[in-house]
């Protein structure tokens, strides 16, 4: 079963726009990741939030989480072609150190030059 | 370059016919992962291990083994393979928390595609 749920499944803009992903969750959790995934590669690690942090910058990334809600947001700002990519949360959650990770099923953004 | 390397990138395989493959990491990374990923389906855990000598089910384990008999290697294999494991297949490796003292993302390999016929 999937722990995330990502909305929008696809997002097209334009060189220079913002965009925004957003991702909803079901259970408890301790952590939660965003992973980008480039067409044929595998998943890089963007930035983590843990459960009780409230928002968290990287550079061009600015992530969000809302435990209330159980809902996460990652805007990429000023967005070029090179950002193109499907996007992934990915959370942690339960006792023990075991690291497990649940993902969700991703947005595709697409960057337009 | 440091990292998670998978061996081979690619392979097709007959249904029954039974392959390994290999998760190579030199990070030193205690926790190794195996997701596979499919389209519409994200990535869903197999199998995973927190250790050397250790390894434990994930989500979809059914029809996969695994062994962690070296720290720097986690083996998937695939008995008897069948189209339903037609799939992209991608090893994860992270640290110890504890040791590293601090929360920390996974460290991807680039993937297997595995195709079974």
């Known amino acids: 079963s999937q722990q995330g749920e990502e909305d929008p499944q696809a997002l097209s803009i334009q060189e220079g726009e913002n965009a925004t992903m957003n991702c909803s969750y079901k259970?408890?959790?301790?952590?939660l990741q965003w992973y980008r995934q480039n067409s044929g590669r595998g998943l890089v690690h963007l930035i983590l939030?843990?459960?009780?942090?409230r928002e968290k910058h990287s550079g061009r990334l600015r992530v969000t989480l809302d435990t209330s809600k159980k809902s996460s947001s990652l805007l990429i700002t000023a967005s070029r072609a090179a950002d193109t990519a499907s996007y992934f949360c990915?959370?942690?959650?339960?006792?023990?150190?075991?690291?497990?990770?649940?993902f969700g099923q991703g947005t595709t953004l697409q960057v337009k030059p | 370059n440091a990292g998670v390397t998978q061996t081979p990138k690619f392979r097709v395989l007959k249904t029954g016919q039974s392959m390994t493959l290999l998760c190579a990491q030199d990070?030193?990374?205690?926790?190794m992962y195996w997701y596979r990923q499919d389209p519409g389906m994200g990535l869903r855990l197999i199998h995973y291990?927190?250790?050397?000598?250790?390894?434990a089910k994930g989500e979809v384990p059914d029809g996969y083994n695994v062994s962690r008999l070296k720290k720097q290697n986690f083996l998937l294999g695939l008995e008897s393979a069948a189209p339903s494991q037609t799939s992209v297949y991608f090893c994860?490796?992270?640290?110890?928390?504890?040791?590293?003292?601090?929360?920390?993302?996974?460290?991807f390999g680039s993937g297997t595609r595995l195709t079974v016929v």
């Open positions: 990915a959370t942690a959650s339960g006792s023990g150190n075991t690291g497990k990770l649940i």
């Open positions: 990070m030193n990374h205690e926790y």
């Open positions: 259970t408890s959790i301790n952590s």
């Open positions: 939030i843990r459960s009780n942090e």
């Open positions: 994860a490796s992270r640290p110890d928390r504890i040791a590293s003292q601090i929360s920390v993302g996974y460290t």
């Open positions: 291990s927190v250790g050397e000598g250790t390894t």
